[in-house]
């Protein structure tokens, strides 16, 4: 394998792991709003729950976003994370 088909391949699998986690706490968030919302049409939700629990995986995704960009920067390789 060349050196281009290696850092290919490597920022390949870089930014599907960050849009992995991106896509988990995009599920968290969907999931808080959604009883955020039927929260307000009947009572006995369990939003703060969700809303923690979102929270904590966005807080979770971004440390793991920035420690594999940071990685991946120190093997030479660039990852996009802006798509």
Known sequence: MTDSVKVQTLKTIGTLMTTAFAFVAGLAWNEAIQSFIEDFLSK????????????????????????????????????????
């Open 44 to 83: 006995g939700s369990a939003t703060a729950g969700l809303l923690i629990y979102a929270i904590v995986v966005t807080i979770i995704v971004v440390i793991a976003t920035i420690i594999i960009t940071r990685t991946f920067a120190k093997m030479g390789v660039e990852i996009d994370t802006d798509d």
